[in-house]
């Protein structure tokens, strides 16, 4: 079986698959179209997020029989019609859930305790402590919407914390010792802090709104490791500067491309969009220019599930599951 890939990954991912006996191709740099030109050869690919594998890339893939994501969601595929036509989908999320359960926790003691704020006033001579005074994670209510993978890798952190821990899915009977499943209505009620663990479906989708926030009857701090565009900016924007949001924690944007790559819609290479970021950055939607100004608001690009452990894990995830299928 002849394997294309199509980003970069860790190089045990191709070399265990040579050994496994596939012939593995790379290309990195070739436009979409110049990948349908040649993708009728291959049996299958591997890829990041690099482009959406849409029905027309999937009606020239006359052979392909899997598609591995090295990562945890599958939202730049068309999976339903990838399955109509018998191709084997593959992911990893396994790989990288431990990174963003520690990212999330980082992310939430962070806020609790200044640290961004704190460390800017000392770089500059600053010595604020009354200020900087925090607030203790124990005897906080924590919610976490989603309770796949990542979700219960957070609930996992947490044991070592005096906290209730309460989850909502979609799908029953996904509670366990880490997390107590309760609905919505019971979730709205009591958390302190909410922290969203789902993938980037229909359903999701601008899913915390005006409404959804206001249905929650305390003020709460959130932190987003899942998908940006599960949340409406301006509507956070509002939440914060009215309190009923306490900070936010937001490794992750609705302005993202959907390569997860940059903010940015040029295709010019990473070292042109650094310098032309300082710039764009003032064209940007207001309520982004909220976010990068704000003391209670944290920030990474998409990082929290991209370690270097994670990225070992994530190939060999992919590697076990071609072998187990092929």
Same mark, same amino acid.
């Given at each position: 079986m002849k394997i294309l890939h199509l980003d970069t990954n860790h190089d045990l991912l191709i070399n265990q698959l040579n050994n496994l006996g596939f012939t593995n191709h790379e290309d990195y740099s070739s436009s979409k179209e110049g990948i349908e030109a040649k993708i009728n050869e291959y049996d299958g690919i591997v890829l990041r997020s690099r482009f959406t594998i849409d029905k027309q890339f999937l009606d020239v893939a006359k052979n392909l029989k899997f598609i591995g994501r090295v990562g945890a969601g599958l939202e730049n595929i068309d999976c339903d019609y990838a399955q109509q036509k018998g191709v084997y989908l593959i992911s990893a999320p396994e790989g990288n859930r431990n990174a963003v359960g520690e990212h999330t926790l980082g992310m939430l003691l962070s806020l609790f305790n200044k640290f961004k704020k704190a460390d800017a006033e000392v770089r500059q001579g600053k010595w604020l402590r009354e200020d900087n005074r925090g607030i203790e994670l124990d005897g906080k209510t924590v919610g976490l919407i989603g309770y796949g993978n990542m979700g219960k890798a957070f609930a996992k952190k947490l044991r070592g914390f005096d906290v209730e821990v309460l989850c909502y899915d979609i799908k029953d009977n996904v509670g366990n010792a880490d997390a107590k499943q309760v609905t919505l209505a019971e979730f709205q009620e009591k958390v302190d802090v909410l922290s969203l663990h789902t993938p980037q479906t229909p359903l999701t989708l601008n899913m915390i709104n005006t409404g959804f926030i206001n249905k929650f009857k305390k003020s709460f701090w959130f932190f987003n490791t899942a998908r940006g565009k599960s949340v409406v900016t301006k509507d956070l924007v509002s939440a914060l500067k009215s309190g009923k949001i306490l900070g936010a924690g937001l490794d992750v944007l $609705?302005?993202?491309?959907?390569? +997860? $790559?940059?903010? +940015?819609? @040029? @295709?010019?290479?990473?070292?042109?969009?650094? $310098? =032309? @970021? =300082? @710039?764009?950055i003032e064209n940007l939607p207001e309520a982004f220019q909220y976010l990068i100004n704000s003391e209670n608001v944290l920030l990474s690009p998409h990082v929290a599930g991209w370690t270097i452990e994670s990225k070992e894990k994530l190939a060999?995830? /992919?590697?076990? !599951? /071609?072998?187990? !299928? +092929?």
């Amino acid at each position: 079986m002849k394997i294309l890939h199509l980003d970069t990954n860790h190089d045990l991912l191709i070399n265990q698959l040579n050994n496994l006996g596939f012939t593995n191709h790379e290309d990195y740099s070739s436009s979409k179209e110049g990948i349908e030109a040649k993708i009728n050869e291959y049996d299958g690919i591997v890829l990041r997020s690099r482009f959406t594998i849409d029905k027309q890339f999937l009606d020239v893939a006359k052979n392909l029989k899997f598609i591995g994501r090295v990562g945890a969601g599958l939202e730049n595929i068309d999976c339903d019609y990838a399955q109509q036509k018998g191709v084997y989908l593959i992911s990893a999320p396994e790989g990288n859930r431990n990174a963003v359960g520690e990212h999330t926790l980082g992310m939430l003691l962070s806020l609790f305790n200044k640290f961004k704020k704190a460390d800017a006033e000392v770089r500059q001579g600053k010595w604020l402590r009354e200020d900087n005074r925090g607030i203790e994670l124990d005897g906080k209510t924590v919610g976490l919407i989603g309770y796949g993978n990542m979700g219960k890798a957070f609930a996992k952190k947490l044991r070592g914390f005096d906290v209730e821990v309460l989850c909502y899915d979609i799908k029953d009977n996904v509670g366990n010792a880490d997390a107590k499943q309760v609905t919505l209505a019971e979730f709205q009620e009591k958390v302190d802090v909410l922290s969203l663990h789902t993938p980037q479906t229909p359903l999701t989708l601008n899913m915390i709104n005006t409404g959804f926030i206001n249905k929650f009857k305390k003020s709460f701090w959130f932190f987003n490791t899942a998908r940006g565009k599960s949340v409406v900016t301006k509507d956070l924007v509002s939440a914060l500067k009215s309190g009923k949001i306490l900070g936010a924690g937001l490794d992750v944007l $609705e302005y993202e491309k959907a390569s +997860f $790559e940059n903010l +940015f819609k @040029s @295709s010019e290479n990473n070292e042109c969009q650094t $310098e =032309r @970021s =300082r @710039s764009s950055i003032e064209n940007l939607p207001e309520a982004f220019q909220y976010l990068i100004n704000s003391e209670n608001v944290l920030l990474s690009p998409h990082v929290a599930g991209w370690t270097i452990e994670s990225k070992e894990k994530l190939a060999q995830t /992919i590697v076990d !599951k /071609i072998k187990a !299928k +092929f």
